[in-house]
């Protein structure tokens, strides 16, 4: 009458890590900040504006914004600053006509990278301006082809937690591998 033991036990070792994995993915998603303004705001159609403010739930650290237009040029002046919960980015020069990506990045007080982006429009601009000049940078927050689809995400944390869900499940094999060997042992 091995078997029902050997059932039993493997049932309360899958039950373990799923319990495991429940616990590990449900607690620290609501920790993470959020945004809740920006000006100009997702989707206006403002004049050129002078700076971008973005405002979130909890105080950021590490802002980084990125300003681009249609052709992926860069309007940006300067860092971001980071005051409590607001950023505020400068923008270089006038902005021409057109549609505009905001894409964001900050780390919040949890210590979580959270970045997404959002587009808004200029019109009435007399003439075009330059870009300002901004130096590139590997790690901009988000691409102009992933920033209309983003609005908030987890960053690379998330590759975290699919690694701890994998060693959990990695986990439960061995321990049920060991209780069919010990099983197997005691016919």
């Not at 549609?99 to 019109?123: C, I, K, L, N, Q």
């Not at 944390?157 to 060997?181: E, H, K, M, N, Q």
Request: aromatic share 4%; net charge positive.
């Amino acid at each position: 009458m091995s078997f029902p033991t050997h059932a039993r036990r493997l049932g309360a070792v899958t039950s373990l890590a799923a319990m495991s994995v429940a616990a590990l993915t449900a607690a620290p998603a609501s920790a993470h900040t959020t945004l809740t303004s920006a000006s100009p705001a997702k989707d206006a159609t403002v004049a050129a504006p002078s700076e971008i403010v973005l405002t979130y739930t909890d105080p950021v650290r590490l802002p980084r914004v990125v300003v681009t237009d249609a052709a992926k040029k860069q309007y940006q002046s300067g860092s971001a600053r980071a005051v409590d919960n607001k950023v505020t980015q400068v923008v270089g020069g006038g902005l021409p006509d057109g549609t505009y990506t905001v894409g964001w990045r900050v780390v919040s007080s949890d210590g979580h990278p959270v970045e997404g982006a959002y587009t808004f429009t200029v019109t009435g601009t007399a003439r075009p301006a330059a870009p300002a000049p901004s130096p590139a940078s590997p790690a901009s927050p988000a691409s102009p082809a992933s920033a209309t689809s983003a609005e908030d995400s987890g960053g690379s944390s998330g590759w975290l937690w699919i690694g701890l869900i994998v060693l959990v499940v990695v986990l439960a094999a061995g321990a049920a591998g060991r209780l069919r060997r010990s099983s197997a042992g005691q016919d």
